[in-house]
């Protein structure tokens, strides 16, 4: 039988459709053994909440550039919390590095992915005994 692959949604917020960094990340998550769901760039929060609900996705790797990243970021896990998906683990990228501890306590991510890290960085996040949901 084959293992169970963790499922990830990476998606990118705002009006901001330099979608091209976004689209690395979702290929090296697919490359990295993940299943990738991306939506693309320019979708609202709660478009982002409803597609990780409707594709039961395990974690959900959100980046915005466009400087609402705290309020985008702390709408989708509210969204997520009042569907009854807070099991969904949210990672938030496109911060500052000024803004990284304030963010997460601000908006219950999980964590913040350093927007400076390299391409390998991206998995930093992920906790060694992570497990995708049975």
């Known amino acids: 039988m084959a293992a169970i692959k963790m499922r990830v949604m990476v998606a990118q917020l705002g009006l901001d459709t330099h979608n091209h960094d976004t689209m690395t990340i979702a290929r090296c998550f697919s490359y990295a053994g993940f299943d990738v769901v991306y939506i693309g760039c320019g979708k609202t929060p709660g478009q982002v909440a409803v ?12 980046r915005c550039f466009s400087g609402h990243n705290r309020h985008l970021f702390h709408d989708i896990v509210t969204r997520l919390k009042e569907e009854g998906s807070d099991h969904i683990r949210v990672i938030g990228n496109g911060a500052s590095a000024k ?7 601000e908006t219950s991510l999980d964590c913040i992915s350093n927007p400076s890290a390299s391409l390998g960085g991206i998995f930093e996040p992920f906790p060694e005994n992570m497990q995708p949901r049975a």
């Open 51 to 62: 597609s990780a609900i409707q594709e039961d996705v395990d974690v959900l790797y959100l």
């Open 99 to 105: 803004q990284f501890f304030q963010l997460i306590h």
